[in-house]
Structure formats: structure tokens, C-alpha cells
């Protein structure tokens, strides 16, 4: 059972245990499948993570090397443009930018 941010979960994810805010009242019980309403109202009250039903995270993560290189190519194109006014030496803007490209590969229409 992975955690996940709401910020990270999709509509259709169902939890799988009880969901609580900082003052200890239910917000949504184990069992209930996430709407984007729902995923809203957790990021409202604070939630930081919620228990999701489905694989561990170890599966759940996927390497860039993975990835074509032709999706490589085009992730990094496309994160370069939005980056481009970014100064790309700090170390937090390194990581954020790999993550960026990883996640642009995976949309990519060449994952593999």
C-alpha cells in the first residue's frame, strides 16, 4: 500500500485506510475512490500523503534509462524551454529538472 501526495494522486485511486485532518476528524474512509473534488478537499485540509490500494513504491518508480532515446531527446528539449530563464547550477533546480524529464518522457508518444 503506497503513500502518495495528493498532489501526485489521479481520480479513480481508491484508499485504503481512513484519511484524517490535523484535528483528528475523517475526512474520507478507507475504500473510497478519489474524484478530483475529493483530491481538492485533501490538498485544502493539509493532507500530506494518503494510503493508496496498489502496488509498493519500489514498482512504482521508473529509471530515465528506461526510456527511448528519442523520448530522452524530447523530454529534455521541452524541459530545456521552460528552464531557460532558470539559473541551472543551484543543486535544487538539477533535481527538479531530472524530475521534469523523467516525467516528460513518460508522456512522451516514444516511451520505449
Not at 88 to 109: C, G, N, Q, Y
Amino acid at each position: 500500500m503506497p503513500n502518495r501526495s495528493p498532489h501526485e494522486v489521479k481520480p479513480g485511486a481508491v484508499l485504503a485506510d481512513d484519511v484524517y485532518n490535523l484535528d483528528a476528524r475523517l475526512l474520507f474512509p478507507g475504500g473510497t475512490k478519489l474524484t478530483e473534488k475529493k483530491i481538492e478537499i485533501l490538498m485544502m485540509w493539509g493532507v500530506e500523503t494518503v494510503p493508496i490500494k496498489g502496488q509498493p513504491d519500489s514498482q512504482q518508480s521508473v529509471a530515465i534509462e528506461l526510456f527511448s532515446n528519442t523520448a530522452k531527446h524530447d523530454a529534455e528539449l521541452e524541459v530545456q524551454k521552460r528552464f531557460k530563464l532558470v539559473k541551472s547550477s543551484h543543486p535544487v533546480v538539477v533535481a527538479i529538472r531530472e524530475i521534469a524529464v523523467l516525467e516528460a518522457a513518460k508522456s512522451s508518444d516514444h516511451p520505449i
